[in-house]
């Protein structure tokens, strides 16, 4: 079997940085200032206009000024195992070279349907307005014809675990998608949070950035794995064996790709137990 007929899911993931540039053409036309300083100010107005400050202090600027630094994928197969992870376009990272990578993906595995956390609410309107600044195509995506195609909310094209574990949004996934690997036994965040991501990227820190990415794949895979035995897809016992076939599947890669390995480090058991460490 290919690998393109073998892909049943393409799991996936992504992280990005601000336009300083886009910021100050459409925000702040005329004054002359630099990327980083119309930023500041950008977030300084989100700031002063937030009903509840952030948490994290940095305000989050809305995704049409983002432009992708980081895309991890996970291909898996029909019976949900893993076949391989990687973050697109290592180790340049590159943004147009890895968006065109991940559109080609979507296009060129063509029984495969998108997994991710989050991906309607941001990464792929990131990757959708990535791809209309790059001038890029994907039919299979975006000229899909069907009443359900990708784009449409309830399709099985695209599953979007946290819409799918909210009901459709009914409710909040208070702690996203680092409770919910936390629930079992995976790292989870562990030193990097989305808030961060920027000031990385201004430093310079891009590998730091994939690999924080492609850690926040393997738990969205994880999830996913659990989201199918809910649904009665895939037994709890057949779960468990994935998760050790993808450990050990890990492991063995370790050496490759040092992310994998600070992710074994805190890689944990699945206790279905509450109140206990």
């Not at 990464?123 to 009443?147: M, N, Q």
């Not at 990097?192 to 924080?212: A, S």
């Amino acid at each position: 079997m290919s690998a393109v007929t073998e892909t049943a899911y393409i799991v996936f993931d992504t992280e990005s940085a601000v336009d300083g540039n886009l910021v100050r053409k459409v925000r702040y036309p005329g004054q002359k200032l630099t990327p980083e300083k119309a930023i500041r100010k950008y977030e300084e107005e989100l700031l002063e206009s937030a009903l509840k400050p952030p948490k994290d202090g940095r305000p989050f600027v809305p995704v049409t000024f983002h432009v992708p630094v980081a895309i991890a994928v996970a291909r898996v197969d029909g019976d949900h195992r893993l076949l391989d992870v990687s973050c697109l376009d290592a180790p340049r990272f590159d943004s147009r070279s890895m968006v065109e990578l991940f559109w080609k993906g979507v296009q060129t595995y063509t029984r495969a349907a998108l997994v991710d956390f989050n991906g309607r609410g941001f990464d792929l309107p990131l990757l959708t307005l990535s791809a209309f600044r790059f001038g890029l195509s994907c039919p299979r995506y975006f000229d899909d014809r069907e009443s359900y195609g990708f784009r449409n909310r309830f399709t099985s094209k695209h599953l979007d675990l946290q819409e799918w574990i909210t009901e459709f949004g009914s409710h909040r996934m208070t702690g996203g998608l680092d409770a919910l690997a936390k629930m079992l036994g995976k790292p989870g965040k562990s030193g990097v949070k989305g808030v961060e991501v920027q000031g990385m990227f201004e430093r310079g820190e891009l590998q730091e950035i994939n690999d924080y990415c492609l850690h926040d794949v393997l738990d969205t895979y994880f999830v996913f794995l659990r989201t199918r035995v809910l649904m009665g897809r895939l037994s709890l016992e057949a779960e468990q064996e994935r998760v050790a076939e993808t450990r050990a599947w890990l492991e063995a890669r370790s050496e490759q790709l040092p992310a994998v390995r600070s992710y074994l480090d805190v890689f944990g058991e699945w206790s279905p137990d509450p109140f206990t460490e």
